[in-house]
Antibody
Framework: QVQLQESGPGLVKPSQTLSLTCSVSGASVSSGSHYWSWVRQPAGKGLEWIGRIYISGSTNYNPSLKSRVTISLDTSNNQFSLKMYSVTAADTAVYYC????????????WGQGTLVTVSS | DIQMTQSPSSLSASVGDRVTITCRASQSINTYLNWYQQKQGKAPKLLIYAASTLQSGVPSRFSGGGSGTDFTLTISSLQPEDFAIYYCHQSYSTLMYTFGQGTKLEIK
């Protein structure tokens, strides 16, 4: 079955760049039937969609984050990545990657999530 | 942006109860509505997609309904493992997905 796994630093300093990678197994990121999304969740709060990417390279981003976010694909390693620039403490959250149905947009499955703390 | 509003925000119920959670969209989203269950410290799990289709492996006591702006998630007979937070999610706007604020289902 499809599995996703996030990886990356758990601690990032303010004003620096948050970089996370999502490794996909059981499916190809080159598949035309999926987008690949990132979602985050601050402690004790709800879910916030960050953005998604398709094999064509097409991306969609949350307008509130668009100026600071880049999502990219690495087809050779079957991964996709998130970069968030100029982070602040407000970006502290659990970050999830998820497979995103191309036609109707549901998110399934999700990675287990990784906590990123922004602190000096 | 399409705003998603869930009600109630929290709910206390007993094992065996029938419960319904409501999600309202700020504009019509057809049936591009999905429901997730999240347990403490875990990733969200897809329960229902396209408003009423049960995801494979999800117990049949879960059901979803609605279209347009008003949607429901119903659990017909609560089990101990169902106590969790439930989120709705609209995937109608491909430019910007949004989630409801969540409904916390607690044991009475």
């Amino acid at each position: 079955q499809v599995q996703l796994q996030e990886s990356g630093p758990g601690l990032v300093k303010p004003s620096q760049t948050l970089s996370l990678t999502c490794s996909v197994s059981g499916a190809s990121v080159s598949s035309g039937s999926h987008y690949w999304s990132w979602v985050r969740q601050p402690a004790g709060k709800g879910l916030e969609w960050i953005g998604r990417i398709y094999i064509s390279g097409s991306t969609n981003y949350n307008p509130s984050l668009k100026s600071r976010v880049t999502i990219s694909l690495d087809t050779s390693n079957n991964q996709f990545s998130l970069k968030m620039y100029s982070v602040t403490a407000a970006d502290t959250a659990v970050y999830y990657c998820a497979s995103n149905d191309y036609y109707a947009g549901w998110l399934d499955p999700w990675g287990q999530g990784t906590l990123v703390t922004v602190s000096s | 942006d399409i705003q998603m509003t869930q009600s109630p925000s929290s709910l206390s119920a007993s094992v065996g109860d029938r419960v319904t959670i409501t999600c309202r969209a700020s504009q019509s989203i057809n049936t591009y509505l999905n429901w997730y269950q999240q347990k403490q410290g875990k990733a969200p799990k897809l329960l229902i997609y396209a408003a009423s289709t049960l995801q494979s492996g999800v117990p049949s006591r879960f059901s979803g309904g609605g279209s347009g702006t008003d949607f429901t998630l119903t659990i017909s007979s609560l089990q101990p493992e169902d106590f969790a937070i439930y989120y709705c999610h609209q995937s109608y706007s491909t430019l910007m997905y949004t989630f409801g604020q969540g409904t916390k289902l607690e044991i009475k």
